[in-house]
């Protein structure tokens, strides 16, 4: 079984800074891409950031130049810093990897979301 923790989240003012953490522990034997998505109350869930394995980052436009997503493969570990943080950031952030536990088989699992809420 794979589990995935987040931490990181709280109650920051606007032009604030967080940094999110997520960690995967478990039965796993690679992990591929990791993201970071968002959903804000009566709001679909969206995309905020993706990094493959070899580093390579795709941000959503809202969120350029302001967040950065980076991860640490020894640690199975994705990081979102977010800076300059607006109101409209506010909503539950949530982690998803996907994680094979063979050469070609994949489950993509979610953390289970820490709430960012921006507000002065």
């Known amino acids: 079984q794979v589990q995935l923790v987040e931490s990181g989240g709280g109650l920051v003012q606007p032009g604030g800074s967080l940094r999110l953490s997520c960690a995967a522990s478990?039965?796993?034997?690679?992990?591929?891409?990791m993201g970071w998505y968002r959903q804000a109350p009566g709001k679909q869930r969206e995309l905020v950031a993706t990094?493959?394995?070899?580093?390579?980052?795709n941000y959503a436009d809202s969120v350029k130049g302001r967040f950065t997503i980076s991860r640490d493969n020894a640690k199975n570990t994705v990081y979102l810093q977010m800076n300059s943080l607006k109101p409209d950031d506010t909503a539950v952030y949530l982690c998803?990897?996907?994680?094979?536990?063979?050469?070609?088989?994949?489950?993509?699992?979610w953390g289970q979301g820490t709430q960012v809420t921006v507000s002065s």
């Open positions: 998803k990897f996907r994680i094979y536990r063979s050469t070609y088989a994949y489950t993509e699992y």
């Open positions: 478990g039965s796993i034997f690679s992990i591929g891409a």
């Open positions: 990094i493959t394995r070899g580093g390579s980052a």
